[in-house]
């Protein structure tokens, strides 16, 4: 299993990745992107519903029309993993930023 | 477009609607789908993506891991509408229950 990062490892990698925060009294780290209408945004989500399956790691999320914003963490590790910066990566390179 | 409804013909219809219920401070409906895993809520959620494109009526949404979270409005009403009824049911519908 992916073992938590600690605070420093987890803002080192944020420090890589435009777009990513971390949530609010919570050790999960957040983006929302913003496609051009509902079918780009869900066609994303789609390609990441695929990486997720794969990676049995899934994201929470939240869509309205062509907004997505997701929040990830590692429920089992209780915090950031390594695993979510792979994730994020995964879905910044998916949305081509 | 859709005319809002009246308060009593909004919850007159969730009366049809087990599961469904008025958001607290706004004019909307929500209902949280439970499903088995993420394949199947993600599953739903394609087919759900392809009636409201269709539709172009959208939901808002939350997803995680097995759970989806929607709420309907439409936004051009300034509340819940035949629209999001019609959506609700349909939604429903192919839940299955």
């Given at each position: 299993?992916?073992?938590r990062l600690?605070?420093?490892a987890?803002?080192?990698?944020l420090k890589d990745m435009p777009g990513w925060s971390v949530v609010?009294?919570?050790?999960?780290?957040?983006?929302?992107f913003e496609f051009r209408n509902f079918q780009e945004a869900f066609g994303w989500m789609t390609r990441i519903a695929l990486v997720a399956e794969?990676?049995?790691?899934h994201p929470e999320w939240f869509n309205v029309y062509k907004t997505v914003t997701v929040t990830l963490s590692?429920?089992?590790?209780?915090?950031?993993?390594?695993?979510?910066?792979?994730m994020a990566k995964k879905?910044?390179?998916i949305f081509g930023a």
């Open positions: 299993m992916a073992d600690t605070t420093e987890r803002d080192a990698a609010a009294d919570r050790d999960a780290v957040t983006r929302t794969k990676l049995d790691h590692t429920h089992d590790a209780g915090g950031v993993t390594d695993l979510d910066i792979e879905m910044d390179r």
